[in-house]
Nanobody, 118 residues
């Protein structure tokens, strides 16, 4: 069973940067398509960025070139670089491994808190 653990969250001032990590373990299968989401209390979880198995990436419109999703080499870790953060982006950030097939499970991490002060 795939296990995802996020880290790297914390407190940062407006305009600052953080690098989030999502470490994958528990499976010898190749890492599937991955995504980062975020959720503010009381609001729906929203998609931030995706990375396909071929490393193609997509971003939500609100990212506007400030964030980057990437892997380094053959690591089973996906990163989300957050730049120029704003207070309204305070949220719990989650990583997700997408279903490998129609009836396959998807996996979520437990989330990491990002707090942006004004």
């Amino acid at each position: 069973q795939v296990h995802l653990v996020e880290s790297g969250g914390g407190l940062v001032q407006a305009g600052g940067s953080l690098r989030l990590s999502c470490a994958r373990s528990g499976s010898i299968a190749r890492m599937g398509a991955m995504a980062w989401y975020r959720q503010v209390p009381g609001k729906q979880r929203e998609l931030v960025a995706t990375m396909g198995r071929d490393s193609t990436t997509t971003y939500a419109d609100f990212v506007k070139g400030r964030f980057a999703i990437f892997r380094e080499g053959a690591e089973d870790t996906v990163y989300l670089q957050l730049n120029m953060l704003q207070p309204e982006e305070t949220a719990v950030y989650y990583c997700k491994e997408e279903r490998a097939c129609l009836n396959c499970p998807e996996y979520w991490g437990q989330g990491t808190q990002v707090t942006v002060s004004s």
